[in-house]
């Protein structure tokens, strides 16, 4: 099979890494003051890509930990996608020009479709879309709001698009080390042509072998992990060996 791409999470709070539980604000841990030192320290650890979220970002609907993202393409250079708060053509051109190699729209995706096929086509194969859901219901702004559309429909609506990878997160999971929605990640997966990421819930070594399973023959290209990573619960040379394999 096809070797799975592990992306360490760095999500930004305040200037901060940090790890939520189900998308709870008020439920950040600290795991790092310098996000710059904590990406370099994931790349030197052997990852090929990383996956950084803007939380502030995406309940403002606009960037807001900037100076964060900065330093962290300051000091690594492994490809890195971002998301939260990206929600304009110039804020996508902009991070690109930066050193951002693939942009995530996860809120403007849900609620303006449009705008992520303006996207694909002004920016080919840089752009991803982010599915949150609850419930197996796209959630939104920062996972505040639910919606009554299925993950799969939309993503259905970018099937054409150009769209680069679908990051599919299962909200309830997220931060919770409970193991990750299998089972609807794979059914996605089997509905879309477009790549799909997985993310929310890895706590485990275990985790990931289950996932290296089911993912044979699927459209799965990879899994995002976070706090399983800065707890120590899964090693970083040892889950890429295992994926690598």
Same mark, same amino acid.
């Given at each position: ?5 592990i ?18 604000? %008020? ?16 790349? @030197? ?42 929600r304009?053509?110039?804020?996508i051109?902009a ?33 991803? !879309?982010?599915?949150?859901?609850? @419930? ?36 309830g ?28 819930? !890895?706590?485990?070594?275990? @985790? ?25 619960r !899964?090693?970083p ?7 690598? %394999?």
């Amino acid at each position: 099979m096809t070797a799975l791409t592990i992306y360490p999470a760095i999500d930004l709070k305040d200037g901060q890494c940090v790890r939520l539980r189900r998308g709870d604000m %008020a439920r950040a841990t600290v795991y790092a003051d310098d996000p710059g030192a904590q990406a370099k320290l994931w790349q @030197d650890s052997g990852f090929a890509w990383l996956h950084v979220v803007d939380l502030n970002g995406a309940f403002a609907g606009k960037p807001v930990n900037a100076a964060a993202v900065r330093s962290i393409l300051a000091r690594v250079t492994v490809p890195v996608q971002l998301g939260g708060g990206i929600r304009d053509l110039p804020g996508i051109a902009a991070w690109l020009e930066a050193g951002i190699t693939r942009v995530i729209l996860g809120s403007a995706a849900a609620k303006n479709p449009p705008f992520v096929l303006e996207a694909c086509k002004a920016f080919p194969g840089r752009i991803a !879309v982010g599915i949150d859901a609850r @419930d197996g219901f796209v959630a939104t702004e920062g996972w505040a709001e639910t919606s009554d559309m299925a993950a799969a429909e939309l993503g259905l609506r970018f099937e054409d698009a150009g769209v680069s990878a679908i990051i599919y997160t299962d909200i309830g999971r997220d931060g919770m080390l409970s193991g990750l929605n299998l089972d609807q990640t794979v059914a996605l997966s089997a509905r879309l042509t477009t790549p799909v990421i997985a993310s929310g819930g !890895v706590g485990s070594p275990g @985790d990931l072998a289950a996932l290296k399973l089911a993912a044979e023959g699927t459209r799965i290209e990879g899994v995002i992990v976070g706090r399983a990573l800065y707890d120590g619960r !899964v090693d970083p040379a040892e889950a890429l060996a295992l994926f690598s %394999a």
